[in-house]
């Protein structure tokens, strides 16, 4: 590969490699790291991330069940399944796939799991540890980007750093992680005036947005470290990220691609949360 290339795909399996050997060394003393992953409807993207989610699950040996219901189920169910998973001594970790249907109120479900089983760190109590600076599981994007980050042996301290989109499953969080390593940060979105102002001074930038090839050469300093975390699928099929790759490719001094880049180290840092919330049961 292209030497200003930062390879998720590369890292996540070295870091996988790891985990598998955690994982057996836990199991053998007695505790299984377990997944449940719930799944609401049949959002064809999601069912594609909770299937990777699985499958890399049992690679490395944890434990992992999928639940489905239909994109009409009560959420009343779905809050009865979480209250059952809370209380199942053998569970880890619990992760309902967002985005849910209409008829849920997301915060009411992502509080309902155990802040000790919140893998996703979506929790409010997770959250706010994060933004104190004592984190119990940071959300797995904004891990996986900083991975991304001390692999690249980029140095965050007094950077300018960039970040596209407020997301609280990216933008926020990743906020918070480059904000302790010392980075000076800015986060742009939809109502920002000059965008391109804005990532034109980033030493750091990280696009996570949503939009295909939005973020283009022009807008770029040279020599920036440039992280796309989008996942955007075009009509002929073929999956893009935010960044127009070729243009910003030429400019940047890293780059992760699309895909191989930031959604490998998702699924991996998840499997971290997980295997952590299975060291912790295991010293209790
Ligand atoms: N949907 C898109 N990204 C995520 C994620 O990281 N976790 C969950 N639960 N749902 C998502």
Redo the contacts with the bound molecule.
Sequence with gaps: MASNILDGKALGLELQDALQLQVKKLTAAGTIPALTVILVGDDPA?QV?VRNKVQTCERTGIRSEMIRYPSDVSPAIVLAKIAELNADPTIDGI?????LPKQFDEKIVLEAISPIKDV?G?HAENVGALNQGSPRFI???PYGVMKLLEKGKVDLKGKEAVIVGRSN?VGKPMAALLLAKGATVTICHSHTADLGFHTRRADILVAAVGRPNMLTGDMVKPGAVVIDVGINRLENGRLCGDVDFASVQEKAGLITPVPGGVGPM?ITMLLTNTVEAAVRRSLQ
């Design positions: 999601s991330y992760l309902v796939q967002l985005p996703d979506f959300p797995c994007t499953i998702t």
